[in-house]
């Protein structure tokens, strides 16, 4: 009973934390489960997959309805990503426990020094009053209490990443936010809220190709999933009801520091070095 | 002036908006049966009912457990459900995009769709 409660928290703080920047929470709840759970790691992945439609269904129903998630922009790049998933989620069950940690620990390193470096500009709004075009849209910010409306760039840009974040998803159980929101902010300029919002959309649609063939090959722990996805959907609607009010810098370097701790442990757990 | 960016300036932001909406509300009941769902199969195995969960998850005894009422088809039904929802919000963007006759967006739906279902086909029979 209690290392049930100690899934659902787990996944409580993946969903608020996931919700809030546009990661899905797989890149938390994968080395939680694995690490302090000692959760199989394939199951821990198969219970992040599912974790990740969570966060991305219950969250996206509030950014919806407030115009921030762009529909077209993310079927547009979810069409390349799903791909991805797809082929990353076959490799994924072959793979062997010390590999899929190093990988792991790896992004994550790379997440981390991502998020630290964007934290000051999170706050920053460069034009709120560009044409949207073809893939562009509009949406009211509650901090700044105006209208934005903003314009996509280098749509060929986002789309190749949609394809490696759609890999990483399949190998790894998690979205594929971590590679989309900084694209989509850095790249593409789209207003980072906006980019959070969109990529919490797509990490569901991506995250349910890899699920299905994590379940048909028998990796998911009913118990477990449950246990951690009713945390995550308890933490999404939190997290996506929280974003509306707290600075995104202060959240940015928050779950960077945090990030960072969990890959150094995986990498060490990689290594053979016990981290408990 | 582009297809596309036709498309966006014939059907404009209130058709985007209506389509926020209507795949906010898709979402919404995917999520709450999802969810009562596993709370009700999370109710039961604390109430000691049925034979404890196993580790691996099995669609085939489904609608066995649903009719004995035991905890382990509550659980993998409400997963089962929870996995829909992506595949559903999915689907009313193509409904959504069809009635709005933004074709461009929803040959993307479409494409999306057939590569899940590709996944879930090739994952069932390999």
């Known amino acids: ?276 | 002036m582009r297809p596309v960016e036709a498309e966006q300036s014939e059907h404009g932001v209130d058709m985007i908006h209506r389509l926020d909406r209507m795949v906010s509300r898709v979402l919404a009941v995917g999520l709450v049966i999802a969810v009562v769902l596993m709370l009700t199969g999370a109710v039961l195995a604390l109430a000691g009912r049925g034979p404890s969960p196993s580790p691996e998850l099995s669609v085939s005894d489904l609608p066995r457990e649903l009719a004995a009422l035991e905890p382990e088809g509550f659980l993998t039904l409400g997963l089962l459900v929870l996995l829909a929802t992506p595949i559903a919000r999915v689907l009313a963007l193509v409904v959504g995009f069809a009635r709005a006759k933004s074709r461009i967006f929803c040959y993307m739906s479409v494409a999306v769709l057939g590569i899940l279902a590709l996944s879930a086909y090739l994952g069932l029979v390999g």
């Open chain 1, 1 to 276: 009973m209690a290392n049930v409660i100690l899934l659902a928290v787990v996944g409580l703080i993946g969903g608020v934390f996931g919700s809030m920047v546009g990661l899905g929470g797989g890149v938390f709840i994968v080395p939680a489960l694995a690490l302090f759970l000692k959760v199989p790691i394939h199951q821990a992945i198969a219970a992040s997959l599912f974790a990740v439609v969570a966060t991305s269904s219950t969250a996206s129903i509030a950014y919806l309805r407030d115009d921030l998630t762009n529909l077209r922009l993310g079927m547009t790049l979810e069409t390349m990503t799903v791909a991805g998933a797809f082929a990353g989620g076959l490799v994924g069950a072959l793979l062997s426990r010390q590999v899929l940690s190093a990988v792991f620990g790896g992004v994550m390193v790379v997440v981390s020094t991502y998020l630290l470096v964007k934290s000051r500009a999170a706050d920053t709004v460069v034009d709120l009053t560009e044409e949207p075009g073809a893939l562009g849209a509009s949406y009211h910010d509650r901090n700044l209490d105006r209208v934005v409306v903003y314009r996509v760039h280098r749509l060929p840009v986002g789309m190749g990443t949609g394809v490696i974040a759609g890999v990483v998803s399949g190998l790894l159980g998690v979205g594929g936010g971590f590679l989309k929101v900084p694209v989509m902010v850095l790249a593409m300029k789209v207003p980072v809220r906006a980019a959070a919002a969109t990529s919490n959309f797509m990490i569901g649609i991506t995250a349910c190709a890899g699920a299905i063939v994590y379940l048909a090959r028998g990796l998911v722990d009913p118990v477990t999933t449950v246990a951690v996805v009713l945390g995550v959907v308890a933490g999404a609607y939190l997290g996506s009801r929280l974003a509306r009010g707290v600075k995104s810098s202060v959240l940015t370097i928050l779950l960077a520091v945090v990030l960072f701790a969990l890959a150094v442990q995986m990498i060490l757990a990689a290594a053979g070095i016990g981290v408990r």
